[in-house]
């Protein structure tokens, strides 16, 4: 059996930079044990796999980690859009992707800005309390202005400086129950910094 791999930086217009992922495109589903030693074996944070749905107007998409399927991930869904527009010759300015639990996602492409645009599933969250647990793990003594809880913490920081300076303890980090980490702040020369600790995958 050959199964074409691609690598996609993205977020980057150079080589080596911004986030890779993995895409695979299938004729149809592999078993699941299958794709999940192709993404171990692809050693990368996702990778993707897709078909083509039952009819003929989009696909259907999954995400691997090197341990696990998950529910969404936004870089691998915009990786595999860049494959199909141009690895796999589509004519079309958007496409819709099925997914198991993130419902339809929808990357549109704009040719003369050569710009990819993707939707993301509505996901609230709500103000919480921060776990003492979190504070600790995250290696700094600077506590977040607020803190936010849907499928991930999200952690508003004052400044650039106060993410940079987050030191974490990734043991300590796997044991608070949530899939993911979002600490973000003000940028100093942008709008906003952030950084993602994806603790299902350690």
């Known amino acids: ?15 080596f930079g911004g986030n890779p992922a993995g895409v695979c495109p299938l004729d149809k589903w592999l078993p699941d044990a299958l794709m999940q030693k192709i993404a171990a074996e ?3 944070s996702t990778t993707a796999f897709l078909v083509p749905n039952s009819t003929n107007d989009g696909y259907e ?7 696990m399927e998950i529910d969404l991930c936004g870089h691998a869904t915009l990786a595999t859009a860049h494959i199909i527009f141009t690895e796999m010759s589509s004519m079309n300015e958007k496409i819709n992707f099925q997914t198991k639990k993130a419902g339809v996602l929808t990357v549109t492409r704009k040719n ?3 710009l ?19 504070l600790s793990a995250l290696g700094s003594s600077i506590a977040p202005v607020e803190v936010y809880k849907a499928r991930d913490y ?11 300076q987050l030191s974490p303890n990734f043991m300590a980090l796997a044991k608070v129950d949530v899939f993911g980490v979002i600490v973000t702040a003000p ?3 942008v709008d906003f910094v952030s950084r993602f600790f994806a603790l299902m995958h350690q």
């Open 1 to 15: 059996m050959n199964i074409k791999i691609y690598q996609v930086d993205v977020f980057t217009d150079r080589l």
């Open 42 to 44: 692809n050693n990368l």
């Open 61 to 67: 998409l999954r995400w691997f980690t090197i341990e």
């Open 112 to 114: 003369e800005e050569a």
């Open 116 to 134: 990819y645009t993707l939707n993301f599933p509505d996901c609230p969250a709500t103000k919480v309390d921060l776990p003492d647990v979190l």
């Open 154 to 164: 999200m952690l508003v920081y004052e400044k650039e400086a106060d993410i940079k």
């Open 187 to 189: 940028g100093d020369e």
